[in-house]
């Protein structure tokens, strides 16, 4: 009987997205060893391309709908995958259904030109959108990644998509017409929650991997508003005006919730109004993938990503996947374009290789599926030999 190896990678990001990873690891796996039998299971942690590896591992769908973009004024063409709620397995009513949202893919600061970028006119109205449209599609469940963001709104404008009641200071109600921006944080003095809205009772997961609150010298408009274009006067307006939705609202503890000031405030107005919950994007990712039941009774593992340095040491796909490796006693490699100022195997993988050095950067990048595939020979070769 063959072994069993479960490929468990992320995007290598600006050359293959995880599943292209994951399917040119596997040919490598199977030059070595072809009678083995391979799981491939496509891995993010949150950030961008979470919802094709999402779909990728678990048999889901893409679905694109047309939303508000990070300007008002602009619509795009956003999409979203659909899970089914077991791994591997289409639902047996679409009822039953996970919904996987990048809100970059309404509100990203990548939709602008730079021009444009300005954090007192953009919104999160597209994401509310794709909430809901996930959710008149069957989801019983959201998990939502939220960086790269060009809002700092305090997820006023997804909110006020949702459907939850947003109640300004002059009395004048929030028409569905004209989405809510950083500008009009001022103007908010409260927030209705729980009020029969299409998002009651729908469970959301917020892959956060930072922990600024809301305001103060690490929130959301000190951090983050300079990238999104924000002047200093801006930047200083806008934490004004986040502190002050928190105090008018009495949700002060939920803005010092580490994460609440993610995505420009997204992650505040979410927990604060929506009874989300923030939590670390790879953890968010291994339990709807089923990593652990999958990995259980492998041989070995196989993952990797772009670039392994420090920052992957602190909580990126690669060491989610080792977790669950060492957990179910498997062993554990790394494929990676570069790895720069950490040693893999003092990490804890059983074998680790870089795609640069031998291959220059440009040619890893250009060369990447088939290095992929070569490295991957090796280190089956190697383990089987131990």
């Known amino acids: ?101 990048e809100m970059a893919s309404a509100s990203g600061l990548h939709l602008l030109r730079r021009d444009q970028y300005d954090p007192m006119a953009t919104t999160t109205f597209g994401t509310g959108e794709l909430m809901v449209e996930a959710v008149r599609g069957g989801a019983k469940r959201i998990l939502l990644g939220i960086g790269g963001s060009a809002t700092t709104d305090g997820g006023i404008g997804a909110l006020q998509a949702c459907g939850f009641p947003v109640l300004l200071k002059d009395g004048e109600p929030t028409s569905m017409t004209e989405p809510l921006c950083g500008q009009d944080l001022s103007r908010v003095v409260l927030i209705k929650h729980g009020r029969g809205g299409p998002l009651d009772g729908i469970p959301i997961d917020v892959a956060c991997d930072v922990t600024n609150p809301l305001f103060g010298p690490n929130g959301a408009a000190r951090v983050f508003g300079p990238q999104k274009g924000g002047t200093r006067e801006q930047i200083e307006q806008l934490d004004q005006m986040l502190q002050e939705l928190a105090t008018r609202t009495g949700k002060l503890t939920e803005a010092q919730t580490p994460g609440a000031g993610a995505a420009g405030g997204l992650g505040f107005g979410l927990i604060a109004f929506a009874g989300a919950k923030l939590r670390p994007g790879v953890d968010i990712v291994i339990e709807a993938t089923k990593v652990r039941d999958r990995v259980r009774g492998a041989d070995l593992c196989i993952t990797g990503e772009g670039r392994f340095d420090q920052t992957s040491l602190g909580g990126k796909t690669p060491m989610g996947v080792l977790r669950v490796a060492q957990e179910m006693r498997a062993r554990s490699a790394l494929i990676a374009g570069v790895i720069a100022n950490v040693d893999p195997i003092e990490a804890g993988f059983a074998s680790a290789q870089p795609l640069s050095p031998p291959a220059s950067p440009d040619e890893a990048m250009q060369r990447a599926s088939q290095l992929l595939a070569m490295h991957a020979e090796q280190i089956v070769k190697l383990l089987r030999q131990r």
């Open 1 to 101: 009987m063959g072994m069993k190896v479960v490929i468990a990678p992320d995007k290598f990001k600006g050359s293959l997205s995880a599943e292209n990873v994951a399917q040119a690891i596997a040919r490598g796996v199977r030059n070595a060893a072809p009678d083995a039998e391979i799981d491939l299971c496509p891995m993010a942690d949150g950030g961008e391309g979470t919802a094709a590896a999402l779909v990728a591992a678990t048999g889901g769908q893409l679905i694109t709908h047309r939303v508000t973009g990070p300007l008002p004024e602009m619509k795009v063409d956003a999409t979203f995958g659909m899970l089914p709620i077991s791994a591997g397995q289409r639902p047996a009513h679409p009822r039953e259904q996970t919904a996987v949202i």
